[in-house]
C-alpha cells in the first residue's frame, strides 16, 4: 500500500498493474528526454551571440519536427492501445463477484455460491486494533484466490461510485441500472486497499475498499465458513 512521502505507484499485484507500471516508465522517459532537449536548446539559443542565418527557412528542420513527433507518438499509442485492449480482457474467469457501492458502503455477492454475500463498512478509528489502517480497513474484507481470474461486476444502489484497487490496476464506475465489469488476477498472497473514487456524499472518503488475495485451499475453508454462518 502507499506510504507517506511517495513518489511513485504501488508496488504492483496483478500483471495489468505490472504492464501499466511499465508504460508509465517507457512515458515518463520519453517525457524527459523532450524535456532535456528542449531546455538545451532554450539555453543554447539564450545564452550564445552566433545565429544562424538558414534557421527561419530549413526544409529539412520542419521535417525533422514534423516527422519526430509522430514518431514519438506512435511509439506512446501502441504501447498504451495494447494495454487497453489487455485490462479489457476477460476470458473464463474462475470467480464473479458482484460488488454494489451504496452510500457508503460497499456490498458484495459471490454469484458462484447460492448464498454467500455481505456489507463491508469501515471500521471505526475508535475500534482499529494495532496494525489496522485508519480510513481504509473494513468489517468484512472481498476475499479472493491468488493466481486466478476474477471477474468484478460493479454497481451502484444509489447515486455514482466506483469500484478502485491501485495495487490491482483495477478502477471501475459504479453506475446506478448499470453493470460494469472488470477483471484482475491477484499474482501474490497480500491484502491490497481502496476506495471510492467517485465523490458520492457527504461520507465519500469513508467507503474503503479491501481485498484480500490467499492460497486456493485457504479461500475455499474461508467460502465453506461463510456458507455455513450464513
Not at 459504479?174 to 491490497?192: C, D, E, M, W, Y
Amino acid at each position: 500500500m502507499a506510504h507517506p512521502s511517495q513518489l511513485g505507484f504501488q508496488d504492483a499485484a496483478s500483471p495489468v498493474m505490472e504492464e501499466l507500471l511499465h508504460f508509465h516508465d517507457h512515458a515518463l522517459m520519453i517525457v524527459l528526454l523532450i524535456s532535456t532537449l528542449v531546455l538545451y536548446i532554450i539555453v543554447a539559443m539564450v545564452s550564445t551571440k552566433l545565429t544562424n542565418k538558414y534557421i527561419l527557412d530549413s526544409q529539412e528542420i520542419e521535417i525533422v519536427w514534423t516527422v519526430l513527433p509522430a514518431v514519438i507518438l506512435i511509439l506512446i499509442a501502441l504501447p498504451s492501445l495494447r494495454i487497453l485492449y489487455l485490462m479489457d480482457e476477460i476470458n473464463d474467469p474462475h470467480l464473479t463477484i458482484k460488488a454494489m457501492g451504496h452510500q457508503w458502503y460497499w456490498s458484495y455477492e459471490y454469484t458462484d455460491y447460492e448464498d454467500l454475500g455481505f456489507d463491508s463498512y469501515m471500521v471505526p478509528t475508535q475500534d482499529l486494533v494495532p496494525g489496522q489502517f485508519r480510513l481504509l480497513e473494513t468489517d468484512h474484507r472481498m476475499v479472493v484466490p491468488v493466481e486466478s481470474p476474477i471477474r468484478v461486476l460493479v454497481s451502484a444502489e444509489d447515486v455514482l461510485h466506483s469500484w478502485a484497487v491501485p495495487s490491482l490496476g483495477v478502477k471501475m464506475d459504479a453506475v446506478p441500472g448499470r453493470l460494469n465489469q472488470t477483471a484482475f488476477i491477484a499474482s501474490r498472497p497480500g491484502v491490497f486497499y481502496g476506495q471510492c473514487s467517485e465523490i458520492c456524499g457527504a461520507n465519500h472518503s469513508f467507503m474503503p475498499i479491501v481485498v484480500e488475495a490467499v492460497p486456493l485451499e485457504h479461500f475455499e475453508k474461508w467460502s465453506t465458513m461463510m456458507l455455513e454462518d450464513a
